[in-house]
């Protein structure tokens, strides 16, 4: 078997993945079509073209543009069962989903609303083709602490469908420290945390997240070998970084993948593994980002099984689970 046929068929999980993130442009102007909303793309190839970022920023301005034609609970459904579709076809087994309740809580629609489409998918997915997963509520951080107060709150009422908290949008000016009041309440209420950090920030932004969030990953976490000290601790501790390689060339912290630092970050021992963080709009989900970023860095069998292990390892699944899916790597 060729390494492309076996990424293929090793179950994999998928640890950063945004579901708005997986608004397929078709599916985007049939929302809009079925809801009456006006979007400011006149076609499917207008969007694609916009879709030439570069930088974070850039990026955001647009998917939260898409995001607005998501009203009914039965669009958040037809997103998140579009995407569970592709765990199917890409053999991936387990997900940990982000989503983004201020994108769409700001714009009048409700939290509930939000939650429920997206849940009722996972259950049908866990249900008709056994795949497991997590939600996680990530807060917008270029919003204040006390909008993500508002959304911890109705957070606790939906707490048995929702597993933990993340922090994404702006990195650069909107450091983890502006949200520890509201982290450290999330972890009273029993959430685990994660973080966006290291994504284009200064690994003084990781450092914060793990000390002042708790996190137990980091996602992104690539400025990471620009301190050596930060490196050691997230060695010591396998700190898992959730890496997203196409994301990171769309965006541009990095050229290209052949200038990307996974291989040397696999080298230093980091827990590190492959994502697809917003495949709709950087150009594929998670096989072609391992298929990709295998070529471009000339990866051995052996570097894909640890990035495969590592996505159980990494994962929020119970321990039984884990050593289940990882003994079939051996
Ligand atoms: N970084 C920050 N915010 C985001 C991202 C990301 O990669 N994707 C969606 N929101
Ligand atoms: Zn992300």
Not at 44 to 54: G, L, P, R
Not at 205 to 217: D, F, P, S
Not at 273 to 292: Q, R, V, W
């Amino acid at each position: 078997m060729n390494l492309e046929e076996f990424i293929k068929k090793s179950p994999k999980a998928e640890l950063h993945l945004h579901i708005e993130g997986t608004l397929e442009p078709e599916l985007m102007f049939s929302l809009a079509k079925r809801n009456n909303v006006e979007i400011s793309f006149k076609n499917i190839e207008d969007v694609k073209k916009a879709y030439n970022f570069s930088n974070l920023e850039s990026f955001l301005k647009i998917y939260y543009e898409g995001a607005k034609v998501l009203i009914e609970e039965q669009d958040f459904f037809d997103l998140t069962w579009a995407y569970a579709l592709k765990c199917k076809e890409e053999n991936i087994v387990h997900t940990e989903i982000f989503f983004d309740p201020q994108t769409h809580t700001d714009r009048g629609i409700s939290f509930d609303i939000v939650i429920n489409g997206i849940y009722k998918a996972l259950q049908k997915a866990q249900k008709e083709f056994n795949l497991s997963s997590k939600i996680i509520m990530c807060f917008l951080r270029h919003l204040d602490e006390d909008s993500g107060f508002k959304v911890l709150e109705q957070a606790l009422v939906h707490k048995d469908k929702i597993f933990g908290v993340g922090l994404d949008s702006s990195e650069k000016g909107n450091p983890p420290n502006k949200f520890k009041r509201l982290f450290k309440k999330a972890l009273e209420n029993n959430f685990v945390t994660v973080a966006h950090a290291g994504e284009e920030g200064p690994p003084k932004y990781m450092w914060e997240a793990l000390n002042l969030l708790k996190v137990k990953r980091i996602d992104h976490g690539v400025q990471c070998l620009k301190d050596a000290k930060l490196v050691e601790e997230l060695s010591k501790n396998q700190i898992p970084l959730t890496v997203c390689p196409l994301s990171n060339i769309k965006l541009r912290v990095f050229n290209k993948l052949k200038d990307h630092n996974l291989k040397t970050m696999l080298d230093k021992k980091l827990m590190v593994m492959i994502n697809s963080d917003d495949p709709a709009y950087f150009g594929g989900y998670l096989n072609k980002n391992f298929i990709e970023i295998q070529a471009a860095l000339n990866l051995s069998k052996e570097d894909i099984k640890t990035l495969l292990v590592n996505s159980f390892k990494s994962s929020f699944l119970n321990e039984k689970k884990k050593i289940e899916w990882i003994s079939k790597f051996n």
